[in-house]
């Protein structure tokens, strides 16, 4: 079988190694527009605090946080060894005492029948400020040890270059759909045709430029996002956990003395590329009120990045009724770093015609 997967993202990249290893030839066309959502994603993996209950979207969310020791030990296996990912724990909190109780009961029923989730547990605000030193010194949190973070670049990179390893061709290349007979081509950017069996479409917040011009309606939309990154120079900030204050914005911290502040979240914005005034004063505001020791900190960049946003907080990924041949991967919003690798596994059984783990029925794209 020949596919091709138009979008390199957490969506595709994945979609695309998981075909490659069960031996179909892959050609992965990728523009790598700026604000692509996997090079701004923040990496929190941690479903069980969220505050969503839309329980098909909650089941992709918590499977996905699952998969992620199956795929980072396949691709350690493989030689990968760079992925920026780390379980460092979560530690949700919140000044408001009912919020931290209600906090407590949602993660208790989440993490039930989770065991990766760890034994969760009360710290006190010392306890808290010893795993995140610059948080507030008042604040009590939940500890969560199975929540991780993982740096999305070098992830979708290592799953890509882990499917040319299996023999998938990769193109740096903007392409559009082109109707042929009963289905669809590839026009690549010198004007040559691309054909194969299957076309996945995994365009992120661009994905209807892609289908639009061939009739195929696609609802999802750009929400934009800039998420800041600074430097605490000489601080070992690797071990800190991913801290979710119950609010929009969160904060997590990488190897390099650096942490993440984020993120806006702008709808009706359309692709607009700029870092406005007040969109990095609000993600520093809130980064400060939990963490007074950034006030000094270095700001490194502020990202923008596009999450592919459908109507629904579901994903949407399936065969695209009544076009040959050709599917969507698309709609992972805010998750898509927790929900995408699992997604691209399930988007790979259904163009495959392989049992899939979890039903996919409702993800599936309408007309
Ligand atoms: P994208 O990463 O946008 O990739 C789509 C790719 O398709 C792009 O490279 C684009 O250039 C390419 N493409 C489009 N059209 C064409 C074309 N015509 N030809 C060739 N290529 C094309 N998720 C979490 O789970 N945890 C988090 O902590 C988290 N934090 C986030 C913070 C921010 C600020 C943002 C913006 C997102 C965050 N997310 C997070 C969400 C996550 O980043 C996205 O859901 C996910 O990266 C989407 O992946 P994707 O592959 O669908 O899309």
Request: glycine content about 12%.
């Amino acid at each position: 079988m020949r596919a091709i997967v138009i979008g390199a993202g957490m969506f595709g990249a994945s979609t695309a190694l998981q075909l490659a290893r069960r031996g179909v030839q892959v050609t992965i066309f990728d523009f790598a527009h700026q604000g692509k959502a996997t090079m701004a994603g923040a990496g929190i993996v941690c479903p069980w605090a969220t505050q969503v209950e839309e329980p098909e979207w909650y089941e992709m969310y918590a499977a996905g946080a699952r998969f992620y020791d199956t795929l980072i030990g396949d691709l350690t296996a493989a030689g990968e060894v760079d992925l920026g990912y780390r379980k460092v724990g979560a530690l949700v909190t919140s000044q408001d005492a009912g919020d931290m109780q209600a906090a407590g009961e949602r993660i208790a029923r989440r993490t039930a029948n989770a065991p990766e989730a760890g034994d969760v547990r009360l710290l006190s605000a010392r306890e808290a400020q010893e795993k995140f030193p610059i948080l507030r010194d008042n604040l009590e949190a939940w500890l969560i040890p199975g929540g991780a973070r993982v740096d999305a670049r070098l992830l979708s990179a290592a799953m890509i270059r882990q499917a040319i390893a299996h023999g998938a061709v990769f193109h740096n290349d903007y392409v559009t759909l082109v109707a042929k007979g009963d289905g669809y081509v590839v026009r690549d950017g010198t004007g040559t045709l691309h054909e194969a069996d299957e076309i996945i479409v995994a365009g992120g917040a661009w994905a209807s430029q892609i289908l639009s011009p061939i009739g195929v309606a696609h609802p999802v939309k750009p929400q934009k996002g800039q998420i800041v990154h600074l430097r605490l120079a000489g601080v070992q900030t690797k071990e800190w956990p991913v801290l979710l204050p119950m609010t929009s914005h969160y904060m997590l911290a990488f190897d390099d003395s650096r942490v993440v502040v984020g993120a806006t979240r702008e709808n009706d914005m359309g692709f607009d590329y700029r870092v406005t005034a007040t969109g990095q004063a609000s993600v520093l505001e809130a980064g400060m009120a939990i963490a007074p020791g950034l006030a000094n900190a270095e700001i490194i960049e502020t990202r923008i990045g596009f999450r592919p946003a459908g109507p629904s907080i579901k994903p949407i990924f399936g065969r695209v009724p009544g076009a040959q041949g050709l599917s969507v991967a698309n709609g992972l919003g805010a998750g898509g770093i927790s929900i995408g690798p699992f997604a691209g596994k399930l988007m790979a059984d259904v163009v495959t015609g392989a049992t899939t783990e979890v039903p996919v029925a409702p993800y599936a794209p309408t007309l």
